[in-house]
């Protein structure tokens, strides 16, 4: 059971406009959430993150938008550029002391130049 | 520089054998983590600590086996009982482990079977 979804495992965009990327999630429980960066054959890099008492995060060019009553979140990336070439994966995680992240398969960006 | 070191970056097994990863780790983090990427997957947690000398079972913790017998280090046996041991290998570290912590992650260790 995939509780962490990102559904579009591609996204191409022009450089210079906008990326969206979308993650969905089916537990409920989850009340933070973050976004890794992944390169080839390196680890993922910590972007940026969201707790459930908001629904929007900025940093730089990053923003992520939380709606809970939708299960959903999404990465806006402005303006998209080619070093943003990557794989980014979405991440919930509930708060406590037992808690873990899980992760989504990812999904593949290409910025054309 | 603080950060995450996992050695070696490649490593190759012959069936039936044992193999050891390396993560250390000098961010004086408490909690580590382990996890195996396939392609075209999510992260999926094998094992983690919170604490020296314990550890947790994460979701796939069949045929792994790990230990925690210093802050800074978590190294990851790959058992002859892994049947599927061909992965990219992630370890990573926690200020603590909770759920508003985000992890720092090595840049892996790439696992083939020959």
């Known amino acids: 059971d995939q509780q962490v979804k990102q559904n579009s495992p591609s996204l191409s965009v022009q450089e210079g406009r906008i990326s969206i990327l979308n993650c969905d999630y089916t537990?409920?429980?989850?009340?933070?959430f973050l976004w890794y960066k992944k390169y080839p054959a390196e680890g993922p890099t910590f972007l940026i993150s969201?707790?459930?008492?908001?629904d929007k995060n900025e940093d730089g060019r990053f923003t992520v938008f939380l709606n809970k009553s939708a299960k959903h979140l999404s990465l806006h990336i402005v303006p998209s550029q080619p070093g943003d070439s990557a794989v980014y994966f979405c991440a919930a995680s509930e708060s406590g002391a037992n808690s873990k992240l899980t992760f989504g398969k990812g999904i593949t960006l290409s910025v054309r130049p | 520089d603080g950060g995450i070191t996992q050695s070696p970056k490649y490593l190759f097994r012959k069936e039936g054998q044992n193999v050891t990863l390396s993560c250390e780790q000098n961010?004086?983090?408490?909690?580590m983590y382990w996890y195996r990427q396939d392609p075209g997957q999510g992260l999926r947690l094998i094992y983690y600590s919170q604490i020296v000398n314990d550890f947790q079972k994460g979701d796939i913790a069949e045929g792994y086996s790990v230990s925690r017998e210093k802050k800074e280090s978590f190294p990851l046996t790959v058992t002859s009982a892994q049947k599927n041991p061909t992965a990219f290998y992630l370890c990573a570290s926690s200020v603590r482990k909770l759920g508003n912590q985000p992890q720092h992650f090595g840049d892996g260790t790439r696992l083939s079977i020959l």
């Open positions: 961010l004086n983090h408490d909690a």
């Open positions: 969201i707790s459930s008492i908001k």
């Open positions: 537990n409920s429980m989850f009340d933070y």
